[in-house]
């Protein structure tokens, strides 16, 4: 309830606008009660859109798998990834065999994972606290280590991550796993992921670069 309650206020509020603004223009009762309703459902339908956009974009992904319309391709070992309509790279990743849906983010330095994800794909904090600097401040995290995680193809092992709460429903792919690979680039709106030519990218482990845990 608490994590909605933001929404609520700004629900709240909306419509009590859309109701004072019809009211000052003296519309008769039943003109109102309509436009209120009207805007009630206008203002809720937004409201539920950004609370469970992420949702909402996996499940538009699902359907665009089911209609042959794949944001995600794969040719041989190299991974095209088509930019979202937000304006990001989204990869279908696995977690130690768990499908989830992951922010690519070259300005993260290590792939972070919400508390919810960590906990459904066995991920366990190794206890090390660590704080970090993101685009929302400064979060509270704990270390942990990802036993395989692939995108497509692309898998690698032992892989660290940072685990939070303050994440949400976010997960990001960030400069630790990009670093394993061969190289990546971005073609206009798609983003190419290519294996390395002697790691086995199939099926053995990519090198890593170590980096510091920074996520931005």
Request: glycine share 12%; proline share 4%; aromatic share 4%.
């Amino acid at each position: 309830m608490g994590g909605n309650m933001p929404n609520i206020i700004w629900f709240i509020g909306a419509l009590v606008l859309a109701v004072s603004a019809l009211a000052a223009q003296r519309a008769p009762l039943g003109f109102m009660l309509k436009s209120a309703i009207a805007w009630a459902a206008i203002i809720l339908i937004v409201v539920v859109a950004v609370s469970h956009r992420y949702e909402l974009q996996e499940m538009l992904s699902r359907v665009n798998r089911s209609l042959g319309i794949d944001e995600q391709q794969v040719s041989g070992d190299t991974v095209r990834i088509r930019m979202s309509p937000d304006g990001h790279f989204w990869a279908r990743a696995t977690i130690n065999g768990h499908e989830e849906l992951m922010l690519i983010d070259s300005g993260a330095t290590i792939t972070a994972l919400s508390e919810e994800t960590a906990r459904r794909a066995g991920v366990e904090a190794d206890g090390l606290a660590v704080q970090l600097n993101t685009a929302n401040g400064v979060v509270d995290a704990q270390h942990g280590r990802i036993a395989e995680l692939g995108v497509g193809p692309l898998k690698t092992l032992d892989l660290g991550a940072v685990i939070s709460p303050a994440f949400g429903d976010n997960n990001v792919l960030g400069m630790n796993f990009l670093s394993r690979l061969g190289s990546w680039r971005v073609e206009g709106k798609t983003l190419v992921l290519v294996p390395g030519k002697d790691d086995g990218t199939a099926g053995g482990e990519i090198q890593e670069v170590e980096t510091p845990a920074n996520p931005d």
